[in-house]
């Protein structure tokens, strides 16, 4: 089969499927299909996913090239690429480039831009970035021994769509902290790629159908959250692999300083959307309060302790967070409609969050 590669320049962070490059791309996939050709696609950005999403969809042959760390088993990479986006075995191949570590991610896009335009038989630019990296790289291609072809290209045009979110202090409800005393609160907030637990396939199924607002946003996680009767467990923020569900004893009007803006992972720290438990029910499902000290404290403590421990902070300081923590997933099975209390950031959300849940439902505003 002739290799086809499909070319993205960086778009925005937060793509629909009503972008042009998301549709322009999708046909170019589609056009690989009926005419026989292999992708060549890869992962680690949206623009190189959702040819892979797209690849899977409309049953389209294709190698994918991945990031191989030293030490890595090649074999358990390939299956979860496989699960994730539901890849047939007889239908994709897998190319691995070597890279020194997991951050070594500029390096391997690079050598992997470079390596899939030299595989490839025909180039499909598509959203090109005018004198950007991939824009150089075309101009170096040898049309005698690559076909350049322009029928899916569209003006270079990303679009920004951000989850930053400003809670103005004069409208917060003035009865919250009355309706939700002691209890304890998990806060969520918007995500840039797939929720904890769901499949890559699912993330950028629901990201193609969605026309004008972000699927992944505070109110739709939450949502996700009680339809699924659980909360996940994070691992990103703890020490070794720990997974874990973080809840704080704040007053909800307490919390709101506390939802400030990320520039470095374009996100909210958490969000006006959460679910509150009443803090005695909690104890007893075992979410236990943190405590707080230095870094250096960590390897004095028994095993048992190390899971609630938490550095004060080099950077920032984390105590005004008061947190308390839940090892693994949190299951909100056998916890009472009516001991639960439910936050959404206004009172118009109330009526959407009703629709799938029963117990109480407070506005963070008014």
């Given at each position: 089969?002739?290799?086809?590669?499909?070319?993205?320049?960086?778009?925005?962070?937060?793509?629909?499927?009503?972008?042009?490059?998301?549709?322009?791309?999708?046909?170019?996939?589609?056009?690989?299909?009926?005419?026989?050709?292999?992708?060549?696609?890869?992962?680690?950005?949206?623009?190189?996913?959702?040819?892979?999403?797209?690849?899977?969809?409309?049953?389209?042959?294709?190698?994918?090239?991945?990031?191989?760390?030293?030490?890595?088993?090649?074999?358990?990479?390939?299956?979860?690429?496989?699960?994730?986006?539901?890849?047939?075995?007889?239908?994709?191949?897998?190319?691995?480039?070597?890279?020194?570590?997991?951050?070594?991610?500029?390096?391997?896009?690079?050598?992997?831009?470079?390596?899939?335009?030299?595989?490839?038989?025909?180039?499909?630019?598509?959203?090109?970035?005018?004198?950007?990296?991939?824009?150089?790289?075309?101009?170096?291609?040898?049309?005698?021994?690559?076909?350049?072809?322009?029928?899916?290209?569209?003006?270079?045009?990303?679009?920004?769509?951000?989850?930053?979110?400003?809670?103005?202090?004069?409208?917060?409800?003035?009865?919250?902290?009355?309706?939700?005393?002691?209890?304890?609160?998990?806060?969520?907030?918007s995500f840039n790629r797939p929720w904890p637990g769901e499949t890559c396939f699912k993330f950028y199924s629901d990201l193609v159908a969605a026309e004008d607002c972000w699927p992944r946003c505070g109110l739709d996680t939450l949502l996700h959250i009680l339809d699924e009767g659980k909360i996940r467990a994070a691992s990103g923020p703890y020490r070794h692999g720990l997974a874990a569900v973080a809840f704080s004893s704040l007053k909800p009007s307490e919390a709101v300083p506390l939802m400030k803006w990320r520039a470095r992972y374009r996100r909210m720290t958490f969000e006006p959307y959460g679910v509150a438990i009443p803090a005695d029910e909690a104890a007893g499902r075992k979410v236990w309060k943190v405590f707080y000290g230095n870094p250096e404290m960590y390897d004095y403590l028994e095993g048992a302790e190390r899971p609630y421990f938490q550095s004060m902070g080099t950077v920032g300081c984390w105590q005004p967070e008061q947190e308390h923590r839940h090892i693994g997933d949190f299951s909100l099975a056998g916890v009472p409609d009516k001991a639960l209390v439910v936050i959404v950031r206004s009172p118009d959300e109330c009526n959407r969050v009703g629709e799938r849940f029963s117990g109480r439902i407070v506005s963070m505003t008014i």
């Open positions: 089969m002739k290799k086809a590669v499909i070319l993205n320049s960086r778009q925005g962070l937060r793509p629909l499927g009503s972008d042009s490059w998301v549709k322009a791309t999708e046909k170019a996939v589609r056009y690989a299909g009926k005419n026989d050709l292999e992708v060549l696609t890869s992962v680690g950005q949206k623009t190189w996913e959702v040819i892979l999403y797209f690849v899977s969809r409309y049953d389209v042959a294709a190698t994918v090239c991945l990031p191989l760390a030293g030490g890595s088993d090649q074999k358990k990479i390939r299956n979860f690429y496989r699960r994730q986006y539901r890849l047939k075995e007889g239908k994709t191949r897998f190319r691995f480039i070597e890279v020194s570590g997991h951050r070594d991610r500029v390096a391997f896009q690079a050598r992997r831009d470079q390596i899939l335009t030299d595989a490839a038989d025909i180039i499909f630019p598509v959203s090109i970035r005018p004198e950007g990296t991939l824009d150089q790289l075309l101009q170096t291609i040898n049309s005698a021994e690559t076909v350049l072809d322009d029928r899916f290209r569209i003006d270079y045009n990303p679009i920004s769509r951000s989850s930053h979110l400003e809670i103005d202090p004069e409208r917060i409800n003035p009865e919250i902290d009355r309706l939700i005393d002691r209890h304890l609160i998990h806060w969520t907030r």
